[in-house]
Structure formats: C-alpha cells, structure tokens
C-alpha cells in the first residue's frame, strides 16, 4: 500500500510544480512586458518603442502560449491568450498601417482579461 502513498504525493508535488511554473511564466509576461505606463507594450501602443522592443514583447507574450488560466474558463482564456499573441506577432512584423496597433489594444485589454482569469486575492 505504501506505494499507493508515495505515487499520490509525487503527484501532488509535480502538480504544485507545474502551477508554480505557470504563475511564474505568466507574472514575467506581466510584469517585463506589460504593467505601467513605460513597459514595453505602453510604448509599442504609443509608437516610442524601437523596432527591437516590439519584438522583444511579442517573444515575451508568446510565453503566454500553454499556460493554464489559474481561474475562469480554459477555452476562453486560451482565446484571448491567442488574440494577442497574434496580435503582438502582426505589430512586430512591421505592419505600416495602425489596424493591427489597434488589434493589440483590444487584445491586451487587462480589465477584460483579469476579471476573468485572474485570482482575487493575487
Ligand atoms: C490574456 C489575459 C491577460 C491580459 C490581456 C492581461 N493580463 Fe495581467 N494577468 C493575467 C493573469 C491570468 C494573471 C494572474 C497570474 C497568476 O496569478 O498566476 C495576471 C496578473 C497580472 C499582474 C500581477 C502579476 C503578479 O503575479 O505579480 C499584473 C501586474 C498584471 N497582470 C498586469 C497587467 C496589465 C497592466 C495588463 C494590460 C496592459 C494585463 N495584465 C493584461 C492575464 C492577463
């Protein structure tokens, strides 16, 4: 029977890894790439960052790829996760007109994204 033990706490343990992991990939993405008024997604938005920049954040946002919502619905997370990967590659790509600086907008939207799916005591 101990066995049944040992395998259930690895289990447990692995699990914790993984969720730790996963917070910590989605708290760089927020906090190198995201939050305030001088990150690198505020500058992309107001056209001051450098052609460098945007695609340093756009590598950074794909991180987000595979990452587990810690609250809300896994298929509505993955969608927006999508949109603004997507959105940050078509910005980094050099796009001329301001259609797809417009699309990472909407999709970087922090309000819509953490009543969702972020925790409430984070
Ligand atoms: C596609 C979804 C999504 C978008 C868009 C998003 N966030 Fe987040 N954010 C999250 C999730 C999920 C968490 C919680 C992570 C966790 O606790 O594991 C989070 C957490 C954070 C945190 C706390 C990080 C920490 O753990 O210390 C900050 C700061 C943050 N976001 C800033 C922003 C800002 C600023 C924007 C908008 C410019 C934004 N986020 C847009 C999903 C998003």
């Known amino acids: ?71 809300g619905d896994q298929a509505a997370y993955d969608e927006k996760v999508e949109a603004l990967v997507a959105a940050a590659d078509k910005v980094a790509g050099g796009a001329k007109d301001d259609a797809p600086l417009k699309t990472l907008k909407e999709a970087s939207n922090c309000k819509a994204c953490h009543k969702e799916h972020k925790p409430k005591d984070d």
């Open 1 to 71: 029977m101990k066995i049944v033990y040992l395998l259930l706490t690895f289990g447990m343990i692995t699990a914790f890894a993984q969720a730790d992991e996963n917070h910590e990939i989605i708290e760089k993405v927020m906090k190198e790439g995201l939050k305030g008024k001088t990150s690198p997604l505020a500058k992309t938005l107001d056209g001051s960052a450098s052609g460098d920049e945007i695609k340093k954040l756009s590598e950074l946002i794909a991180t987000l790829k595979g990452t587990k919502a810690p609250v």
